[in-house]
Structures are given as structure tokens and as C-alpha cells.
């Protein structure tokens, strides 16, 4: 007589706990992750951000890591990396300095009234009366205000890097001659004669600084009165911080072979005055 097996049932009433466990070491991971995360230092990103964006060719960063692999920063470099880039909150005081420079010169030249000088988002902005520089319908600099642009200039070196926009404007007053057919180019060219004289006096390096002509289209105050004419008829000088000069040319940047662009080129995108 065969004698049968007796069947062993398991018992996987406990099964469940593996499943269980494995959640609970998941969910554990997690909030490690998230605490982590949670624990970011700000500045930090900000580097990392920084160095991406210089990794991929945009606008010099202000430095960033640690080089020779040190301190606690999110990238580590060896210790023949290249020296880190002056940090934004350096550049804001360069600029800071050249605006407080340049107000000096302002009272030492008795200019205050016709040359201005302010910190905006995009950076320094020294502006220049017309009276000062030129002879109405005229863009030859006057002999008198030379010396003031050389002396501004001079301050301008202070940064070192930053892109240098000279700006000309005009009021909507029409001109037509056989110099200037319009506004367009008498405003040219009184900013490209400004860069002339800050790159050939000043020693501005010719590679980060450009000239535009804007004519009578960007004014500051509405072309209604003899006096707002006035403050519309001007030259502006603007040192960009690093974020707003992506576009224009840089000692960084291999010089542009495009036409119109680089030291000296005149950009004129519209306008009409004297």
C-alpha cells in the first residue's frame, strides 16, 4: 500500500512585508533626496549656473569654483584651471566706482547740468549735451570737450572687459545736407567721432566698444519745447554689465566679420534731428 505525501503548504501570510520593507527603504530615499535639495545653497547654484553658461560660450561669467579642488563648491577644478572671473558683485562695484568717478569730474569740470551720469539695469550711463561736444548740424567734437571725453575715458578703463556702447541721439528736428541727408547720419556719426577719440586718446580697446545712431527715436523727454529738444540732442556713453552685452563685441569674442558690426560701426535704426 502506497503511502501518499503529504502536502507542505507555506505559509506566505507574511509576504507582504518584503513588499512592504522595500516601500518603506524607496520612501526613505526619497525624503533624503528631497531634504537634500531642499538644502541648496543658493550661491552655489548660482556658480554652477555661471559656469554652464560659460561652458557654452555666452557672455564671461563672474567666476565661480574653487580651483585645486578645495572649499565646498559644486564643481571642483585642478590647480592649473584658468583663474576664476571677477564675480557680478565686483562688477557692480567696479561700476559703482566709475559712477562716482565720473560725478567728480563732472563738478571738477563745471559740467554738472550738461553731462549726467546714472546707474540703470543695464549699467553705467553717462550722458553728454549736445552743446558740449558739437556745433549744431555739426559732428566734429569741439576742442574744449575733448579734453572732458579723454578724461571720461580714462575712467571707462576702470572696468575692464565690459562692452562700451556710444550712443548718438538727435531731436525730431529735420536735417538734410549734403554731409548729413538725415538724422540717422549726423547722430552715426557724432558717436563713432566719441569712440574714435576714447579709443585713440583713452586707450579703450577697440574690440569692446561699437557706435550706434539712433536719431531722433529714442528721446528721453517729448520733442515739444526748445528745452526738451535740448536734452534730446546728446551722446551716450554706457558701460553694459556683462548680462546685457551677449550681442555685442567683446575681447573675449573673435572679432565679428559681419558688416556694420565691431569698433567703430554705425548702427542707425531710425530718426531725424539736429
Do not use: C
Amino acid at each position: 500500500m502506497v503511502k501518499e505525501k503529504t502536502k507542505v503548504v507555506k505559509d506566505s501570510t507574511e509576504r507582504w512585508l518584503l513588499t512592504y520593507s522595500d516601500l518603506m527603504n524607496l520612501l526613505l530615499i526619497l525624503f533624503i533626496i528631497l531634504y537634500a535639495m531642499s538644502q541648496t545653497d543658493a550661491a552655489k547654484f548660482d556658480k554652477l549656473a555661471a559656469s554652464l553658461r560659460e561652458a557654452f560660450g555666452e557672455n564671461p561669467p563672474a567666476s565661480i569654483m574653487t580651483p585645486g579642488g578645495g572649499g565646498n563648491s559644486l564643481l571642483q577644478f585642478d590647480s592649473t584651471a584658468p583663474a576664476p572671473v571677477v564675480p557680478s558683485r565686483l562688477e557692480e562695484q567696479q561700476m559703482q566706482a566709475v559712477k562716482e568717478t565720473v560725478s567728480k569730474l563732472i563738478e571738477q569740470e563745471n559740467l554738472k547740468g550738461e553731462v549726467e551720469v546714472a546707474m540703470q539695469e543695464r549699467g553705467v550711463e553717462i550722458s553728454i549735451k549736445e552743446r558740449v561736444l558739437f556745433k549744431s548740424g555739426s559732428a566734429e567734437i569741439e576742442e574744449a570737450a575733448k579734453q572732458t571725453i579723454e578724461g571720461i575715458g580714462k575712467v571707462l578703463l576702470a572696468v575692464p572687459g565690459n562692452h562700451i556702447r556710444v550712443e548718438g541721439h538727435t531731436d525730431n528736428d529735420p536735417i538734410n545736407t549734403v554731409q548729413f541727408p538725415s538724422n540717422w547720419e549726423l547722430s552715426s556719426a557724432r558717436a563713432t567721432n566719441v569712440l574714435r577719440l576714447l579709443v585713440e586718446k583713452s586707450g579703450i580697446n577697440p574690440k569692446i566698444i561699437s557706435a550706434v545712431g539712433y536719431g531722433e527715436f529714442t528721446p528721453k523727454v517729448p520733442n515739444t519745447t526748445p528745452e526738451n529738444k535740448a536734452a534730446n540732442r546728446r551722446v551716450d556713453i554706457v558701460i553694459l554689465k556683462s548680462i546685457y552685452d551677449k550681442s555685442e563685441a567683446s575681447s573675449e569674442k573673435e572679432p565679428s566679420t559681419e558688416p556694420g558690426t565691431g569698433a567703430g560701426a554705425s548702427q542707425t535704426p531710425a530718426g531725424k534731428s539736429q
